[in-house]
């Protein structure tokens, strides 16, 4: 397990609208989210959060008309975490990462789904990863690299 702490950010407010398009989706294939409140809250972390491996990965959803006809749908994957909103007691949600979200290759920035949560403004937060997972960075030095032949 592994605790970040971040700061809840505000949304461009089109994930109401395509959560709860997508939500039909999810309740078939990922059941344990059916009680999640459709949109997303927006988190900027203090730490970068990759996902290599998620606790669960949807196949391609034909979720919107225009995947039926290009790309065969969008992949999701989820990561069970324990979010804790300042002012409020901590809550079951999931990391959401879509495939296509302008936010998707942002590791300092992940989008929430879960149960209603009564906060405003953009409090500090932070999230609990409920899988096994590791804390380091991976640092790559040029000067290792070996000089081309000529």
Same mark, same amino acid.
Not at 48 to 69: G, S, Y
């Given at each position: 397990?592994?605790?970040? +702490?971040? +700061? $809840? ?8 609208? &395509?959560v =709860? ?6 309740r %078939? #294939?990922? *059941?344990? !989210? ?8 927006? !988190?900027?972390l203090?730490?970068p959060? $990759? @996902?290599? &491996?998620? %606790?669960?990965? &949807?196949? *391609?959803?034909?979720? /919107?008309?225009?995947?039926? @006809? ?7 994957k989820?990561v =069970? ?8 007691l901590? @809550? ?5 990462k879509?495939?296509f979200?302008?936010? /998707? ?5 992940i989008?929430?789904?879960? *149960?209603? !949560? ?8 932070? @999230?609990?990863?409920?899988?096994? #997972? ?7 030095d %040029?000067?290792? =690299? ?5």
């Amino acid at each position: 397990m592994g605790v970040v +702490k971040g +700061k $809840v950010q505000r949304g461009l407010g089109e994930s109401k609208n &395509t959560v =709860r398009e997508q939500m039909p989706f999810f309740r %078939d #294939c990922f *059941p344990e !989210i059916v009680e999640c409140k459709e949109g997303t809250i927006n !988190i900027l972390l203090e730490k970068p959060v $990759v @996902i290599l &491996t998620p %606790d669960f990965t &949807t196949k *391609p959803l034909p979720w /919107h008309p225009a995947f039926k @006809i290009v790309k065969g749908g969008e992949v999701f994957k989820f990561v =069970r975490i324990n979010l804790t909103i300042a002012g409020c007691l901590p @809550i079951k949600a999931w990391i959401y990462k879509a495939q296509f979200s302008p936010y /998707h290759d942002n590791p300092f920035y992940i989008e929430v789904i879960a *149960p209603p !949560i009564g906060f405003s403004g953009e409090p500090a937060c932070s @999230i609990e990863i409920l899988s096994r #997972c590791s804390e380091g960075f991976v640092v790559v030095d %040029d000067s290792e =690299r070996p000089t081309p032949a000529v």
